[in-house]
Nanobody, 122 residues
């Protein structure tokens, strides 16, 4: 059992920044990863970024490379998504995710947070 608690969503103007946080609790996998997905109205949920817990290897969707940074805090068992140079097309509900490293590599997840709204105005 893994529980994910998200925070940090909000409203920001284009070009601005936000930082999302996701605290994980409960059992973890021997080799697992955490990451972020997002879903805009009328669109499918899409992969944003992921980080392997042990080692810190990261992966990003092409649309956010160079703008978003995923990181982790081992002591707090928390993952962050620093979002810079935000664009209106980044507007979506952002979901924290966790699972086996292989699962995240396949752009899927075993556990999900409740989602947090990010709105970028033009």
């Amino acid at each position: 059992q893994v529980q994910l608690v998200e925070s940090g969503g909000g409203l920001v103007q284009a070009g601005g920044s936000l930082r999302l946080s996701c605290a994980a609790s409960g059992r973890t996998f021997s080799s697992y990863a955490m990451g972020w997905f997002r879903q805009a109205p009328g669109k499918e949920r899409e992969f944003v970024a992921a980080i392997v817990w042990s080692g810190g290897t990261t992966d990003y969707a092409d649309s956010v490379k160079g703008r978003f940074t995923i990181s982790r805090d081992n002591a707090k068992n928390t993952v962050y998504l620093q979002m810079n140079s935000l664009k209106p097309e980044d507007t979506a509900v952002y979901y924290c995710a966790a699972g086996r490293s292989v699962t995240l590599k396949l752009r899927a997840a075993d556990y999900w947070g409740q989602g947090t709204q990010v709105t970028v105005s033009s």
